[in-house]
């Protein structure tokens, strides 16, 4: 099959910001920053495989055409965290003259809220020194770790969660080209996977083509390792009426058979818990529950015996609330 041998992210990453699904109201905007020429410094912000890095790949094209390259570098501050890197590969790009006519160079930062704050310093005085010859481009998941006088100079984009919409209009396409057939249950599996995240969707969707051309729900949860939305409502529901064992089953059947982690089924009871019509002393303190076994787990508990424990803890407080 056309496709096995390359990574669908990079293959049907979108080249022009007009091809970007979602982020309408950004995209506008940058646009308009191609079309008068000019380009302050920008901070991207939101969570992963929302468009950022193909948002600012997408705007260097658009300032630079064919040659955007020679303008254009990407660093991820998450390798190199410290000072050194924005004294050294940073000022270095950013103080050398742009070519091939162009106003200015692009320098995309991404994950920079890994730098240090000293770090941060540093480059905050590199962008002051140096923008007329070049703009910066900051990417992270979370804008309140970027120092104030960054955020300051930066004009500032929020990117979303791509909706349940975005995520399945791309994957319809994606298939089409690589000629599968999708279910309506699949495609609604994949944006449950998601969680708006076009990476994690694109993904999702090569594994099950891996295994066959008609790719339906079943085979999208499997290649994904991840429990099917009733799978979660039955363990759910055995928990809140206090069927521990018929809970522990469930826990059981999804944990070994299939293979699910621990965290991926605490964050999915999470979002199911979130969205349920119940009483709600009752869901509050199963949210507490599932918090403490998150934290539990991240500090290197034994996964199973935390598991068990949360079952427990559920029926518990179903047995309370009855």
């Not at 055409?65 to 303008?71: A, L, P, S, V």
């Amino acid at each position: 099959m056309e496709g096995d041998h390359t990574i669908w992210i990079e293959k049907y990453r979108p080249l022009k910001l007009a091809d970007m699904v979602g982020q309408r109201d950004i995209v506008m905007r940058l646009q308009s920053y191609v079309e008068s020429g000019s380009l302050p410094h920008l901070l991207f912000t939101g969570s992963a495989g929302v468009g950022k890095t193909t948002a600012a790949v997408a705007l260097a094209r658009g300032f630079f055409g064919e040659t955007w390259h020679m303008n254009f570098r990407e660093l991820n501050a998450s390798d190199e965290r410290g000072i050194d890197v924005v004294r050294n590969q940073i000022k270095q790009f950013a103080r050398t003259a742009p070519l091939d006519g162009a106003n200015f160079k692009i320098l995309f930062l991404d994950e920079a809220d890994a730098l240090t704050s000293d770090a941060q310093a540093a480059l905050r005085r590199t962008m002051e020194n140096y923008a007329q010859s070049c703009r910066f481009i900051l990417s992270c998941n979370y804008s309140s770790k970027i120092i104030d006088p960054i955020q300051s100079r930066c004009a500032i984009y929020r990117f979303r969660p791509l909706n349940k919409e975005d995520i399945s209009e791309e994957v319809r396409k994606i298939a089409e080209r690589e000629n599968l057939t999708v279910t309506p249950d699949a495609l609604d599996a994949i944006a449950y996977i998601a969680q708006g995240d076009m990476r994690r969707a694109i993904n999702a969707l090569q594994g099950a083509a891996i295994l066959s051309s008609h790719i339906d729900a079943k085979m999208v949860y499997e290649t994904t390792s991840t429990a099917r939305p009733e799978e979660i409502e039955d363990l759910l529901n055995l928990a809140i009426s206090s069927d521990f064992e018929g809970a522990e089953q469930v826990l059981a059947a999804i944990l070994h058979e299939r293979g699910i982690a621990p965290n991926e089924l605490i964050n999915q009871c999470y979002r199911a818990l979130v969205k349920r019509d119940m009483d709600r002393a009752l869901k509050i303190e199963l949210i507490d529950h599932l918090g403490e076994t998150d934290f539990r787990l991240s500090e290197g508990a034994n996964s199973d015996i935390q598991m068990e424990a949360l079952i427990a803890a559920f029926v518990l407080s179903a047995q309370k609330h009855t």
